[in-house]
């Protein structure tokens, strides 16, 4: 090697030391000047795509760049996690995603190809969500009542639909089952919109759905609301009641939050953090996200990562009393 070819290298080693700990790319331009992409690791119609699609647009506008939203579905979540993962850790390509995949498949799968503790660095916590148990219009299960009044007069023949093994809405069938003595099948789909879709037309009579997915079918009349599995009524929707009136330890939410591969500069976070903070600020997004029944209580990083090592010492007592468990 020549003493020039020496010097360049030298010299490009030292720029990227210096686009590293100041958030700059390699042709030192500040972040971002290119669009980031969002990953969500479920399909289409589930909580955190929805919530992805509203924020999106003022998300890019807070930083100055174009917001791409990928559905990365697959294994409950673990292949748009891992995806994330492993990227670059150069804040451009981000995963929303929510806490059924981030806390419970840990738990769920032998092997989820990540550790979400130590492959993700906590951005921004923006809501949490009820899930809400339905039925077709025209159904004979109205009410919980009717639900579990059925189930114990037939055991393991009355049937529920959720977005896939180990996600909560699985998980709160089985939670059901344990709180009111009753013996409900789970019938598993790849998602939420297929298992509502099949609510709708009639081929399972109830479902476990999150409220932002299922709401606007519940307000058209297309759906029936049994009851909600947060621990009070949701703001969206108060005439639903909850399934903890009546069980008081049959409770469980989903939570949406953004993560960051591990190893993205410190500067580059605090960007993203600041431009969600203006981003919530907005009353539009605000107003948009709580129509999707999301509770918008602030969490800070700190606590996010706190709250994700709770969760995930709460889901793995859940899974192992379920007797769920995937490779």
């Known amino acids: 090697m020549t003493i020039t070819a020496v010097m360049r290298w030298k010299i490009s080693v030292a720029i990227a030391i210096i686009c590293i700990f100041t958030g700059l790319d390699a042709l030192g331009q500040p972040y971002p000047s290119k669009p980031i992409t969002i990953v969500v690791p479920q399909a289409a119609a589930g909580t955190n795509d929805i919530v992805a699609r509203i924020i999106a647009p003022s998300m890019g506008d807070a930083l ?13 979540g673990n292949i748009g996690t891992q995806i994330v993962a492993r990227s670059a850790k150069d804040g451009y390509t981000l995963l929303l995603t929510i806490n059924s995949a981030q806390a419970i498949n840990p738990a769920l799968y032998k092997n989820p190809g990540f550790d979400p503790i130590n492959d993700f660095v906590p951005l921004y916590y923006i809501g ?7 039925s077709p ?14 189930a114990k007069k037939k055991p393991g023949e009355l049937s529920y639909a959720s977005a896939g093994n180990g996600t909560i809405s699985h998980l709160l069938g089985a939670m059901l089952n344990t709180s009111a003595g009753i013996e409900m099948q789970h019938i598993p789909y790849k998602g939420v919109a297929p298992a509502i879709n ?15 997915s299922a709401l606007n079918y519940i307000k058209a009349g297309k759906l029936q609301a049994i009851a909600i599995s947060s621990a009070k009524r949701s703001s969206a929707a108060p005439d639903i009641p909850t399934i903890a009136e009546t069980y008081p330890d049959c409770v469980g939410e989903v939570w949406v939050a953004i993560f960051a591969p591990i190893g993205v500069n410190a500067d580059i976070v605090k960007k993203i953090q600041s431009a969600m903070d203006k981003m919530m600020a907005r009353p539009d997004v605000r107003e948009k996200l709580m129509a999707q029944g ?14 994700l090592k709770d969760e995930l010492a709460k889901w793995v007592k859940i899974v192992k009393a379920s007797g769920a468990q995937l490779d």
């Open 137 to 150: 219009p025209g159904s004979p299960y109205k009410t919980l009542a009717d639900v579990v009044s059925a």
């Open 64 to 76: 100055g760049t174009s917001i791409v939203v990928e559905n990365k579905p697959g294994a409950g």
């Open 294 to 307: 999301l509770d918008l209580s602030p969490v800070p990083p700190v606590k996010l990562a706190a709250l």
């Open 128 to 134: 949490a969500t009820p899930y809400v148990l339905v």
């Open 198 to 212: 099949d609510v709708l037309g009639g081929q399972v009579p109830l479902a476990f759905a999150s409220l932002p």
